[in-house]
């Protein structure tokens, strides 16, 4: 079978070289490409830097970066290529909610599963509110991952003024409750909508945050049957084949704060010993013969 992966800017991304990797080992054809590079033609045609692009199935790993006009295309491009027959994983309605996290919290709460109290809005006033009843907030991009660009705010002179450089910029104010836990988080890889590992991403001396590429140290854990259902099902409800479940320990029991649409899952292989990519692969197959 011919396979395709998007990719942006680097090729040899470790998620992405891992994934081709897995489908040549599989036997298949791999074509790697660039969103900004292929053109499409009304009923179905595409092509690819001046060559036709003929695919079974493709990975997406990502869109790039770009206007909104861009933006707007590269997700029309991908419900194309969905039409035209080819399989995309994840699907992009379904990739496309998960990249945002306002979409994917009220589609998650809709459904039942713990989230945090989050403000989004473009209006400065109702944000700073918001901060000022809740007291210990975190400020986020609204499209965002690795914990980049995150703001923890104690501090109502601090969080105003993080909140007024963010609206002078024209971006969306995504501002949320933080949830007193242990020092660590989840992070929960499903598949199919079966949890295929987990682990404990713990929180290194004097920061906050627990992103692997913030330092964070990773540690493989077998889950409850609470924390597993929760996974599985935000999995379900998002509709993604694959998917890193961010999981915070709260009181009240399991809350959601993000699902990733293309996670990365070098530490989780490496405290695992699981070769992720492959299983991924393997699904793609599976779902591109139904296609």
């Not at 990975?59 to 590269?74: A, E, H, K, P, W």
């Not at 699902?259 to 692969?281: C, E």
């Amino acid at each position: 079978m011919r396979f395709g992966i998007s990719y942006h800017e680097n090729v040899n991304n470790w998620a992405t070289k891992g994934l081709i990797d897995a489908m040549k080992a599989k036997g298949h054809d791999v074509n790697p490409f660039r969103l900004p590079d292929v053109a499409a033609e009304i009923p179905h045609r595409f092509v690819h830097l001046e060559e036709d692009l003929t695919l079974d199935g493709a990975i997406v790993r990502t869109i790039g970066f770009g206007t909104g006009n861009q933006i707007t295309y590269r997700i029309s491009l991908l419900e194309h290529l969905e039409d035209a027959g080819i399989y995309m994983m994840n699907p992009a309605y379904s990739f496309r909610r998960a990249k945002d996290k306002y979409a994917t919290l009220t589609a998650l709460h809709k459904a039942g599963i713990r989230v945090p109290r989050t403000h989004v809005s473009e209006n400065l006033e109702a944000a700073t509110a918001f901060s000022e009843n809740v007291g210990d907030v975190i400020i986020k991009p609204l499209i965002g991952a690795r914990g980049m660009g995150m703001i923890r705010a104690e501090n109502q002179e601090l969080t105003y003024r993080a909140l007024k450089f963010i609206h002078q910029l024209g971006q969306v104010l995504y501002v949320q409750e933080m949830i007193e836990k242990p020092d660590r988080d989840i992070r929960a890889f499903v598949i199919d909508n079966q949890l295929v590992a987990a682990m404990y991403r713990n929180v290194p001396k004097g920061e906050w945050r627990s992103n692997i590429h913030g330092g964070a140290e990773a540690e493989a854990v077998e889950l409850d049957d609470e924390y597993k259902e929760c996974a599985i099902k935000t999995a379900e409800v998002l509709k993604l084949d694959y998917t890193g479940v961010d999981i915070l320990e709260s009181k009240d029991g399991p809350c959601v704060i993000e699902a990733n649409a293309s996670p990365s899952w070098s530490a989780l292989s490496r405290v695992t010993n699981l070769d992720i990519a492959g299983m991924v692969v393997d699904l793609l197959v599976e779902r591109s013969k139904g296609a």
